[in-house]
């Protein structure tokens, strides 16, 4: 059974003395052991682990910092590679980027900020790890950025140029790098972390807000397709035998094509990511992340051997086709329900839990930002994020953003900048800025929710991904009221 939490807090070196209530005797609690898991049998290495630096961006019109007199410093720091830039005016405050999933390869990579330029242009440094891990290793991620969020100084030194401690650090990420985010920030990762920082403001961006809940989805986005397609008791963790049978089943052309069975999963997916809303069909059409999604399908629930227990669990979950009463009775009774094991993702005796939790116990300014269309990690994150900090009473610390985006991640670098903006206006003047209601289903059904924080008007910097998409969005959507 899980342990207290005001027990587990004690427990980080393995054992703990809790006085017992009203006398003076203690109680010795032993954990068990530390398990042996695939994660900690694999090696991974820098992709340049000799680099001392690294290109500086190129000058843009309305630059008033010379983008190539910046301070950049690369390097390797317990396993994991590094960048740092620091702007000769620099203002003191430190950002740290938490970059999102790079897959099951060996070679590490580390990559800037998406806000890079906007960053220099307004005095900040940044620093960003690879980490010193792949797969979806958040803890290391956290561990990792944390760490180089503490050598900052040190690399500084290192590099002849002496600097004050920051008087301001922030956190930011995308996908994974927002789950990062979200776990850098909570009491639990200060009490039993490695490393520890207190950060002063946080930006996740399309982040897995809802830590193990977003595995708990992809289960049951395949369990419904699997029942929908007459395969309700096949075995899970036996998706590739049926695959193929299953798609044919729910689409003539996979995703964008459903046939009549189909149109009934894609309004289980719908609730199931966030309920309706703007974007969710262009998400299928265009978006390209929901086969992301149905490539999770067939996992045993360790998340690719992070944990050494399945963790999945579905049987919160009520599964609705829009106006069809009977069918989703059907659905309900036939899908099959997976529980996880018994502490699957406990509390360690060495550090973070393996999958770092996400409760909502953080006072700090937080500003996140997710697409309504990504199907890969679903705008229903953003749900169960508001929901777990609203429990913990710390809903005047969060503002939450709706963007019209059909992909995953897929962000201008305009609708990114005004949520780090906002966020550090609200750090430093104390005023909390505007956000969007991400609960209430008339207003995320609403055909213009969304436009409130859309900026469809494109930076020097943004991915060639996001100037793909969004035509195709501006085209197929309810445009916005003109501002």
Partial sequence: MPFPTSLRFGLLAGVALLAACGGGDSVTVNLPPEETRPQDSRTFTPANPSATTFAAMAAAAGDVT??????????????????????????????????????????????????????IQNGYAWAASSYSKNYYDVRAGVEDTNALALAFNEIA?????????????????????????????????????NN????????????????????????????????????????????????????????????????????????VLQNLTGGPRPMFDLGIAFGGSFPSAWGTFGSDGTVTGI????????????????????????????????????????????????????????????????TLGDLFVPFSMEQVYQKRVAAKGNSGWLVQRAIRGASHCDFTTAEQVDA?????????????????????????????YGCKFTKNTLGPDESGTTKALRPAILANSVPCPAS
């Fill in 196 to 267: 520890k920082v207190r950060y002063h403001g946080a930006v996740p961006m399309c982040g897995v807000v809802g830590d193990t809940e977003l595995f708990n989805e992809f289960a049951a986005m395949q369990v419904t397709a699997q029942a929908l397609a007459g395969y309700a008791a096949h075995p899970t963790d036996k998706w590739a035998d049926i695959q193929a049978n299953v798609t044919n089943a729910l689409f003539t052309t996979f995703p964008s094509v459903p046939t009549a069975t189909g149109l009934k999963y894609l309004s």
């Fill in 420 to 448: 780090f903006d906002a966020m550090i206006k609200w750090e430093r003047d104390g005023i909390k800025p505007a956000g969007d209601d991400v609960v209430t289903p008339a207003t995320v059904a609403a055909p213009t």
């Fill in 66 to 119: 010379d983008m190539s007199t910046t301070s950049r410093w690369a390097g390797v720091l317990n396993g994991a590679a590094y960048q740092v830039e620091v702007p000769a005016n620099w203002n003191g405050k430190l950002v740290m980027y938490a970059h999102g999933y790079a897959g099951t390869g060996a070679i590490l990579g580390v990559s800037p900020p998406s806000i890079r330029r906007h960053l």
């Fill in 157 to 193: 030194a290192k590099n002849g140029r002496v600097l004050a401690a920051p008087s301001r650090t922030y956190i930011t990420g995308h996908s994974m790098g927002g789950h990062i985010t979200a776990a850098a920030i909570e009491d639990e990762t200060y009490k039993a972390g």
């Fill in 307 to 370: 944990l050494i227990r399945n963790v999945l669990d579905t049987t919160a979950f009520t599964y609705v086709i829009n106006g069809d009463t009977a069918g989703s009775a059907a659905l309900n009774a036939s899908a099959q329900k997976l529980t996880p094991a018994p502490d699957a993702n406990r509390w360690r005796t060495d550090g973070l839990r393996w999958i770092p939790q996400v409760h909502g116990e953080f006072r700090i300014p937080v500003v996140s930002i997710h």
